[in-house]
């Protein structure tokens, strides 16, 4: 799986967009990009995924750029509920089978009202 | 959606002792669970991949005889701390993958507390 570079911590305030970057530079044409979050004691949660097109769901928008070197996560109304440590994770769709995800060491967002 | 259910959120036992966390897959068959511990401020690290029948596979530096994983069905797997220390004390988080879509779900996570 692709190497991904993410900023240590964010902040944001409460109602604003949350733009979260991750650079992924070696990832391979068949690798998709992943997100998930983990809240403080709590086991991480999917967010949006995506292979090369832009990708939204009730949670987030997930933009990849044309050269798919690098994403970023949008939470479009970021709240307190948001605060938690975000995952940026390259692997081939599905994976190799039996194979767990490998977590790097995210990004804390930190949103305040 | 796809559920994995993981008990007890909490324990506090003595060192010396045995723990037993217990993932559950509520709505799908999980051939495949794997066991991660995190520390405090730290990300989460893989210890072990079980899967159902079979002996599980653990990480460099994961002792297996300390940290026995059962994956007896499709359904549960069980990772025991034994004799635990209090440098066990950790956050231990399961997880499945999920057949339908190759996604991943995660249980809510045990706190260890070796005392």
């Known amino acids: 799986d692709a190497k991904t570079t993410q900023p240590p911590s964010m902040d944001c305030a409460e109602g604003r967009a949350a733009n979260l970057p991750c650079n992924h530079s070696t990832i391979s044409g068949n690798e998709y990009v992943y997100w998930y979050r983990q809240i403080h004691s709590q086991g991480p949660q999917y967010i949006i995924h995506g292979l090369k097109n832009n990708e939204t769901n009730e949670m987030a928008s997930l933009i990849i750029t044309e050269d798919r070197k690098s994403s970023t996560l949008i939470l479009p109304h970021a709240t307190l509920r948001d605060t938690a440590v975000y995952y940026c994770i390259v692997r081939v769709a599905g994976g190799q089978a039996g194979t767990a995800l490998i977590f790097g060491k995210g990004t804390t967002l930190s949103v305040s009202s | 959606g796809a559920v994995v259910s993981q008990h007890p959120s909490r324990v506090i036992c003595k060192s010396g002792t045995s723990v037993k966390i217990e993932c559950r897959s509520l709505?799908?068959?999980?051939?495949?669970m794997f066991w991660y511990r995190q520390f405090p401020k730290q990300s989460l690290m893989l210890m072990a991949t079980?899967?159902?029948?079979?002996?599980?596979?653990?990480e460099q530096g994961v002792e297996k005889d300390k940290f026995l994983i059962n994956h007896a069905s499709l359904t549960l797997s069980t990772l025991t701390v034994t004799s635990a220390h209090p440098e066990d004390s950790s956050f231990y988080i399961c997880?499945?993958?999920?057949?339908?879509?190759?996604?991943?779900?995660f249980g809510s996570g045990t706190r260890l507390t070796v005392v």
């Open positions: 079980s899967n159902e029948g079979s002996k599980a596979t653990y």
């Open positions: 709505d799908f068959q999980a051939t495949t």
């Open positions: 997880s499945a993958r999920v057949p339908a879509n190759y996604g991943y779900t």
